[in-house]
């Protein structure tokens, strides 16, 4: 392994930040009605207890490798030690288009939340894109976040993790206030139906779950800036999936405790909306405050863990040099932040209809990912008893096997036959061509690998 070229500046609250603004982003703002539709409340809160169980079995897996090797580029570093050259770039360039999805994702829910506190922000029709209207002013809008988040990356890591820190402290008070008027003022009989569509409609929401808890695994990715005893990296980690799993929960109940089921289909911001009911219209605007930080703390947060992987695969000589350049005076992957920046940009130009696209695509790369990574953490088991592991799961043969298992079980979900399986063309478009743009850097990379 090669001696860290990082500064090590992140501390634990730093770190635990990180990883949960990247987890709890925008989309419970946007989609919980969406979940509550399709599996009806308490199915939906079922999904998501469900996958964030297999989120937490699948955490440990990376707890353990994250304070074994706490090496910049997390992914990379395990598969390629357990598995080799080919199956390591197949398996961070998968993880890598969930993060420059979900940067995409807030590329286009920012002028989506704009336009709530902004009317009339639609000016210059340029385009249809699956019935939504494109106008240039709502893409500019998309495009200059783009700029504004790459820009303050290239920066550093610790000016990026002062507003992490800032904006997670938004969401918390808002959603903490939101859970406890709704328990207070709620009618159990909105909750009603429970379930709707039974399995089906519980697998609509469980396979956007990886989507929706992609960002804990940003902490391996940082390791190399991490300033902490690496037994504590893991024991961040999985406190921040913790979090997760009980924000998403509790939130979609407040959402099913305030709206009845007609409400649902006049307003595109569910939980705003409820948050009005509490609150009146400080309320709402309140909500979708938070819903803009979250758009913030997730934006930044796959920025860093994106950026790392790329850089991670190009010190790897996976992908083409230029990747793997630092910043002379931030010490930051510069090439790979723009990269991840002038992909983001694109987003804006297909509208809102892209962002079901980005949650399910980039989904399915994110299971592949986990998939390999707990294969990792098995054959290590193996091969490298010794191996120093500050951070040892107990069972780790069973956990391991339940952590493949289960994310070879996410993966069949997306795949034709299953009722939540990718649509074509437009999800199967976006996977195909990942892997195609992934094929062409591959092969323009030096042929001379290089350990990690």
């Known amino acids: 392994m090669q001696e860290t070229k990082f500064l090590r500046v992140l501390s634990r609250k730093?770190?635990?930040?990180?990883?949960?603004?990247?987890?709890?982003?925008?989309?419970?703002?946007?989609?919980?009605?969406?979940?509550?539709?399709?599996?009806?409340?308490?199915?939906?809160?079922?999904?998501?207890?469900?996958?964030?169980?297999?989120?937490?079995v699948i955490g440990l897996t990376y707890a353990e490798l994250a304070s074994a090797l706490p090496f910049a580029g997390g992914e990379h570093v395990y598969s390629q030690r357990a598995l080799g050259s080919l199956a390591s770039f197949i398996c961070t360039w998968s993880i890598i288009l969930?993060?420059?999805?979900?940067?995409?994702?807030?590329?286009?829910?920012l002028p989506t939340v704009l336009g709530s506190f902004i009317p009339g922000l639609d000016k210059v029709y340029l385009w249809t894109v699956a019935g939504w209207d494109v106008y240039l002013t709502w893409v500019l809008v998309g495009v200059a976040g783009s700029l504004g988040m790459t820009i303050l990356n290239i920066r550093g890591v610790r000016a990026a993790s002062f507003v992490q820190i800032a904006v997670v402290g938004i969401i918390l008070c808002v959603g903490l206030a939101f859970v406890l008027g709704s328990v207070s003022?709620?009618?159990?009989?909105?909750?009603?139906?429970?379930?709707?569509?039974?399995?089906?409609?519980?697998?609509?929401?469980?396979?956007?779950?990886?989507?929706?808890?992609?960002?804990?695994?940003?902490?391996?990715?940082?390791?190399?800036?991490?300033?902490?005893?690496?037994?504590?990296?893991?024991?961040?980690?999985?406190?921040?999936?913790?979090?997760?799993?009980?924000?998403?929960?509790?939130?979609?109940?407040?959402v099913g405790l305030m709206l009845n089921p007609e409400d649902y289909d006049s307003t595109d911001l569910a939980a705003a909306e409820a948050n009005s009911i509490i609150f009146?219209?400080?309320?709402?605007?309140?909500?979708?405050?938070?819903?803009l930080a979250g758009i913030m703390t997730s934006w930044n947060a796959f920025i860093v863990g994106g950026s790392r992987a790329i850089y991670a695969l190009a010190r790897a000589r996976l992908l083409p040099a230029v990747f793997?350049?630092?910043?002379?005076?931030?010490?930051?992957?510069?090439?790979?932040?723009?990269?991840?920046?002038?992909?983001?940009?694109?987003?804006?130009?297909?509208?809102?209809?892209?962002?079901?696209?980005?949650?399910?695509?980039?989904?399915?790369?994110?299971?592949?990912?986990?998939?390999?990574?707990?294969?990792?953490?098995?054959?290590?088991?193996?091969?490298?008893?010794?191996?120093?592991?500050?951070?040892?799961?107990?069972?780790?043969?069973?956990?391991?096997?339940?952590?493949?298992?289960?994310?070879?079980?996410?993966?069949?979900?997306?795949?034709?036959?299953?009722?939540?399986?990718?649509?074509?063309?437009?999800?199967?478009?976006?996977?195909?061509?990942?892997?195609a743009f992934g094929a062409a850097m591959y092969f323009m990379a030096p042929k001379n690998k290089a350990d990690c």
């Open 280 to 291: 009146g219209e400080f309320g709402r605007l309140a909500m979708l405050a938070a819903g």
């Open 185 to 254: 003022l709620g009618d159990t009989d909105n909750l009603i139906p429970f379930f709707e569509d039974g399995f089906s409609g519980i697998t609509l929401v469980l396979v956007m779950v990886p989507f929706m808890f992609v960002g804990f695994d940003t902490i391996p990715q940082a390791a190399e800036e991490i300033d902490l005893p690496f037994r504590d990296i893991g024991s961040v980690l999985m406190l921040s999936v913790f979090m997760a799993v009980a924000w998403y929960s509790l939130i979609i109940l407040g």
């Open 98 to 109: 969930g993060y420059v999805s979900v940067v995409t994702f807030e590329a286009v829910a």
């Open 14 to 56: 730093e770190v635990l930040a990180l990883a949960f603004g990247a987890m709890v982003g925008w989309s419970w703002v946007v989609l919980s009605a969406d979940w509550i539709q399709a599996a009806g409340t308490l199915g939906a809160v079922l999904a998501f207890l469900v996958g964030g169980l297999i989120m937490l």
């Open 324 to 435: 793997g350049e630092l910043h002379p005076l931030y010490r930051t992957p510069k090439n790979a932040i723009l990269l991840i920046g002038l992909l983001s940009m694109l987003g804006p130009l297909f509208g809102r209809p892209v962002l079901v696209w980005l949650v399910d695509a980039g989904g399915f790369g994110i299971v592949i990912s986990y998939a390999m990574v707990a294969l990792s953490f098995l054959v290590l088991r193996k091969r490298e008893p010794d191996l120093p592991r500050p951070f040892r799961v107990r069972f780790g043969k069973l956990i391991g096997s339940a952590a493949l298992l289960l994310s070879i079980g996410l993966g069949i979900l997306y795949l034709p036959g299953s009722p939540s399986a990718l649509l074509w063309p437009n999800e199967w478009a976006i996977f195909i061509g990942w892997c």
